[in-house]
């Protein structure tokens, strides 16, 4: 079964960095494809970033490409969101979510499990 629990996450400057990391707790992540999401308040929940199960292959909403990069590491059933460069239109709460059917998107409604997410929250 998949559990998914999101760490990292907190208070940063503009201009700072965080590393979240989303660890699956039921060893079984290293098969699927994985996601970031994000929600601020008043708003709807958006795509930040994807990767393919086996790490390979990335994808990111235009709003953070070159800034933040995710990767998967397999052997720690754990993904990783580094957020570079961070601004303070990037502060909301940060979710990850598994794709056990390799759909690869960025619509949330293709992913089957999910974390409860970590709150991000950038000062300017």
């Known amino acids: 079964q998949v559990q998914l629990v999101e760490s990292g996450g907190g208070l940063a400057q503009a201009g700072g960095t965080l590393r979240l990391s989303c660890a699956d707790s039921g060893r079984t992540i290293q098969y699927y494809d994985m996601g970031w999401f994000r929600q601020a308040p008043g708003k709807e929940r958006e795509f930040v970033a994807g990767v393919t199960w086996t790490g390979t292959s990335t994808h990111y909403a235009d709003s953070v490409r070159g800034r933040f990069t995710i990767s998967k590491d397999n052997a720690k059933n754990t993904v990783y969101l580094q957020m570079n460069s961070l601004k303070p239109e990037d502060t909301a709460i940060y979710c990850c979510?598994?794709?056990?059917?390799?759909?690869?998107?960025?619509?949330?409604?293709?992913?089957?499990?999910w974390g409860q997410g970590t709150q991000v929250t950038v000062s300017s």
């Open positions: 979510a598994a794709d056990r059917g390799h759909r690869g998107g960025a619509r949330s409604s293709e992913y089957d499990y």
